[in-house]
């Protein structure tokens, strides 16, 4: 059994930043060390003062030291670091846009009074829920030893729990919309004959070249969204056939 040291290097780089990141903003907030309000997504101050520090900070508190400040950090070391080792292996270009384009699209919904939030960490780690959900839609998931049910209805089972339990409704359904947007664009479209129009940028990819982010890729000749290497690693949670997402053939 490999020690907390080990596994945590094993982590791959943006599955880990991203926790990593989450975990010290909390561990600040908890020994006061900012207000919440220096970092909380207000619109108007980003406008007013130049604030633009809160487009981005806002997506790094999960809430206090809590169960489910725990569960939202375990989401991200399972869903979020299986989707970095599993579908964008040697990717590290694409799931880094993929969160770029999904913290975008929070920040434009957010603009929406109705679904405005303060802090869309939790919607940032529902968007990885989704897409993990439909990369493998078969995994058998069991709900605290109660029921099992298909990955592919774990979001709507988290979803639905949170409201259950108390939670706001708003960042979780917002992480599905952001999720269900670059899964349609990335994957269903171009699967129904569309193009890709969600391809990562170059710039994105120098940036990732550039400080050596990840494992390099095998051919930079594969398309972003098509098919993978032959037998990649399935998460330890699936059972049976996954849907293997952007491998995915019409004809199987």
Known sequence: ???????????????????????????????????????????????????????????????????????????????????????????????????????????????????????????????LLYVWSREFPNAQINIYGLVTIKAFYLPWTMLAMDVIFGSPLMPDLLGIIAGHLYYFLTVLHPL????????????????????QIGAQPISRAQPAGRAQPAGRAQPETTTGTAFRGRSYRLSD
């Not at 129904?192 to 400080?211: C, D, F, Q, S, Y």
């Open 192 to 211: 129904a004959g569309g193009k890709n129009i969600l391809e990562t940028p170059m710039w994105v990819h120098k940036i990732v070249a550039r400080w």
């Open 1 to 127: 059994m490999s020690s907390p040291a080990e596994y945590y290097k094993s982590l791959p780089p943006i599955s880990k930043a991203f926790g990593t990141v989450c975990l010290l903003m909390t561990t600040a907030y908890q020994f006061k060390l900012y207000d919440l309000q220096d970092i909380a997504l207000i619109y108007k101050p980003v406008f007013t003062h130049f604030q633009v520090w809160r487009l981005i900070t806002n997506f790094f508190f999960l809430g206090n030291f809590s169960i489910n400040f725990g569960i939202r950090l375990l989401m991200i070391a399972r869903y979020g670091v299986q989707l970095e080792k599993g579908p964008f292996d040697r990717r590290t270009a694409d799931f880094l846009w993929m969160m770029i384009f999904g913290s975008f699209s929070l920040l434009v919904l957010s603009a929406i009074p109705i679904f405005w939030s303060p802090f869309l960490g939790i919607s940032l780690v529902f968007m």
